[in-house]
C-alpha cells in the first residue's frame, strides 16, 4: 500500500488565515474541520470558507479532506452538500458507529458525484466511541471508499467516563484494536491527536507507541507537530518498493497510451501514481 500517511492535520474550517496558511504546510493530508473546531452558529459561514478553498486546490501541497459533522448530528447531508465537488480527495467522516451509517453516506455522496460530475471520493472512518470499537472491522470493510480508520481518543473516554489522561488506560484496548481491524480489512490506520504542544518528547514517545501498534501515521492539531510525526513514520522498506513498482508500471502504461493497468494483480492510476511518487520523494532526503 503505496501511499504517504503519515500525518493529517485538522485545520478549521471556520478561520481564514489557518486556511490560508495550509497552502504552504507539509502534512501529507490537510483536513478542513467542519466539526468540533467550528461553533453551531458558525457552521453555515465555515462551509462557504471551505467551499472556496477547495476551488483553489491547485495552491495547497498537500492532499486535500474535510471532517464533516457526525452522522448523528443531522448536519451531515448539508455539509456534503457543500463540499462535493472538484478539489476535493477526500472526507473524514467523525463517530462512526456503525457500517450502516457509512452505507447511507455512500448513497449519498453516489447521487451528488454523479450529479456534479465528480470522481468516486475516499471516505475515512473516525472510530471515538465504545459501540465503533466494537464494529471497526465491519465499518472498515464496510465500502471501497473506505481508506482507513481514525482512532479518536477523547470522545471514546467521554463514553467510557474516564477522565483523560497522556496515557490513559482505559483506552489501550480500543488503541490497539483499531489498526487491527483496519488491517484485516487491508485499510490504513492514523492515531489520535497529541494535545499537549508544548510536550514534544510527549509527542515523540506517543508516535512511538502508535507505530509500534500499526499505525501508518497520525492526526494532528498543529504545523508544529508534522516534523516529529514525519520522522516517526518514516515509510517501510515494503512500501517504497512497492512504490517503485507502481511508477514503473503506470510509466509503462502510459507509454502505450493507457490511462490505467494493474501491478501484481491491483489497479493503478494516475491517484496512485502520484501517491508513489510523493512516497519515494519523502525518502529521497534533500
Known sequence: MSRLLRSLLFVPGNNPRFLEKA?????????FDLEDSVPL??????????????????????EIYVRTNSPASGMIGDD??????????????????????IKKIEKALALLEKKRKVKPIELMASIESSEGVVN???????SRRISALVFGVFD????????????PEGARYARAKVPIDARAAGKYSLDAIWQDLGDSAGLEKDCATAKSLGYAGKTIIHPDQISAVHGAFYPASSEIEWARKVISGYESAKGMRKGATKVEG???????????????????GP
Not at 491491483?266 to 529521497?284: F, P, T
Request: aromatic share 4%.
Open 80 to 101: 456534503l452538500r457543500a463540499i462535493v465537488r472538484r478539489g476535493i480527495d477526500g472526507i473524514v467522516i467523525p463517530k462512526v458507529n456503525s457500517a450502516a451509517e
Open 41 to 62: 452558529e458558525e457552521k453555515n459561514a465555515a462551509r462557504k470558507l471551505v467551499m472556496e478553498a477547495l476551488g483553489m486546490r491547485p495552491s495547497y501541497r498537500s
Open 156 to 167: 471514546l473516554l467521554n463514553d467510557l467516563g474516564v477522565e483523560y489522561s497522556k496515557e
Open 266 to 284: 491491483k489497479m493503478i492510476d494516475e491517484v496512485h501514481y502520484k501517491r508513489a511518487k510523493s512516497l519515494l520523494a519523502s525518502v529521497a
Open 23 to 31: 497552502r504552504t504546510l507539509a502534512a501529507d493530508i490537510v483536513c
Open 136 to 142: 471497526a472491522y465491519q465499518i472498515a470493510s464496510s
